[in-house]
């Protein structure tokens, strides 16, 4: 097997990273928009946690797995061969069936769904309830064909399908907001219409390109490799959500909290698009042979941990900034919470790394019993802890169950291959910078510190041990870009 081309696997990484983060901080960077007096507030922003809850179940039931579905059973299939025609068209058929699905039980149910809420503006969903199911199956079909495109390396296919989505639907839903009501109301109706639209047009494009087939034996098997993942995306929503159907009964901290949510999952959605290029080679690598290639497949894994962490905490400040300086109410305290809610996706991401060789193994039912017992502990702590720390309760309860995750999938992945990976790179060092935002967030409180302080030591620290640790990454990564030209 030939070496890492590694200029072109960093040009790829830049490419899906920075099309990936497009509309996360489109997303972002509107907010100020329609924050602050005479628009939406604290209070405001819940309520779009509330629907956000919805569309997010909605996605991860009509997704099914699809998006790792197709991104493995393509190296089973000859690309473009008429199985390869079937499997693309059967996938996307069997979302669009399931969104007609999930379509059915809103019209029965929808008048019990809004009882679950102490909120007069939530308790009538359907007001609210098919903009989430559009959206939710918009974003679905949209991430299917994301993972579809990286993998055939049709990078502009995927860049217009991102960057499109992010176009579309911040343009409508300011729209909503401005032309139709200044409320969560107006702003998810106008997400809906910017996601139907684009998803619209990946549908025509897929089904002129490979027809109108459903092959149940080909799915049998697909159904079979996602059914654990979706699974697995059921539980991730319950442990990311439940802690803001606990915090709805208090509005003003859903809001903060759901804030500082929204810019973690901003750095989240920027991460996928890093990993969804190292992904590919992941599993090119592994499939000229795990045991024969583990440096290369250390390399990868290295290399992504070591971007990851280098956009995490650098992106830690910046946001604190831009909340402290743009936002008029409460919302802006969500600055104080930045580092810890961004964190977790440091434990994430060790999450995706050792969980590669279940991927490419087809070994997905260790993720069932992984995070269901990661979501009843999760449950437990929101349920002891929010009532009395609030939404800092919420954040310990999701930092333990991420924990449990990593330490789960970390032992796992020993018992099926070989590998050895650098501990330190790995995992240690990433969890000590958990450990040490966790730390210097209860200094803070304790002793009245200033937020910024303890924030600016976090990350000089972080980016200290990064340049020691990974110094030779760094040194590789240079040596071969300069030596490519």
């Not at 909120?119 to 199911?133: H, I, N, T, V």
């Not at 500082?260 to 989240?268: E, N």
């Not at 200094?443 to 924030?455: A, S």
Request: charged share 15%; proline share 2%; with cysteine.
């Amino acid at each position: 097997m030939k070496e890492i081309n590694m200029k072109e696997q960093l040009k790829l990484s830049f490419i899906y990273t920075a099309t990936a983060a497009f509309t996360p901080i489109i997303q972002v960077l509107i907010q100020p928009i329609y924050e602050g007096s005479g628009r939406l507030n604290a209070i405001d922003f819940s309520h779009l946690a509330i629907t956000e809850l919805f569309t997010s179940l909605i996605f991860a039931f009509t997704l099914y797995g699809m998006g790792n579905a197709i991104a493995r059973f393509y190296y089973d299939v000859e690309e473009n061969s008429p199985d390869y025609k079937k499997m693309i068209s059967s996938i996307f058929l069997s979302i669009i069936f399931r969104g007609l699905l999930v379509l059915l039980i809103v019209v029965i149910f929808q008048d019990y769904i809004g009882k679950l809420f102490n909120q007069p503006e939530l308790r009538d969903f359907s007001k609210y309830g098919y903009a989430c199911l559009i959206t939710g199956l918009g974003r679905a079909i949209n991430v299917t064909a994301a993972s579809l495109f990286r993998n055939e390396k049709k990078v502009l296919a995927f860049i217009l399908v991102s960057m499109g989505l992010g176009v579309f639907r911040t343009g409508f839903q300011l729209i909503g907001l401005f032309y139709f009501e200044m409320s969560f109301l107006g702003y998810i109706n106008g997400s809906a219409i910017g996601t139907g639209l684009v998803t619209l047009l990946i549908l025509i494009y897929v089904f002129r390109k490979s027809g109108f087939a459903y092959t149940r034996k080909m799915m049998k098997s697909i159904n079979q490799f996602a059914l654990p993942l979706t699974q697995y995306s059921l539980i991730v929503w319950v442990l990311t959500y439940a802690d803001k159907f606990l915090l709805e009964k208090f509005p003003v901290d859903l809001g903060i909290y759901n804030t500082a949510v929204t810019f973690g999952a901003g750095i989240a959605i920027v991460l996928q698009g890093l990993q969804g290029a190292n992904q590919p080679e992941v599993f090119r690598v592994m499939k000229a042979g795990i045991d024969e290639h583990q440096h290369e497949i250390r390399q990868l894994s290295n290399a992504l941990l070591m971007q990851s962490m280098l956009i995490i905490i650098g992106a830690i400040l910046p946001t604190m900034l831009y909340l402290s300086l743009l936002y008029e109410t409460d919302v802006k305290l969500a600055a104080n919470i930045i580092s810890l809610v961004f964190v977790r996706s440091i434990l994430r991401t060790q999450f995706i790394v050792f969980s590669y060789p279940s991927y490419f193994l087809k070994k997905t039912k260790i993720f069932l019993y992984l995070n269901t017992t990661g979501m009843i502990v999760n449950l437990a702590l929101n349920y002891i802890l929010i009532p009395r720390f609030f939404f800092y309760g919420a954040i310990a309860s999701g930092i333990i169950a991420d924990l449990i995750m990593v330490i789960g999938i970390y032992f796992y992945q020993k018992t099926i291959v070989k590998i050895e990976w650098n501990k330190y790179k790995l995992l240690y060092f990433p969890l000590s910078v958990v450990f040490i935002a966790i730390i210097a967030d209860v200094i803070r409180i304790y002793f009245n510190i200033n937020t910024y302080i303890t924030t600016v030591s976090l990350v000089l620290l972080t980016f200290a041990g990064m340049v020691f640790l990974y110094r030779m990454e760094l040194q590789r990564i240079i040596a071969r870009v300069w030596k490519s030209h």
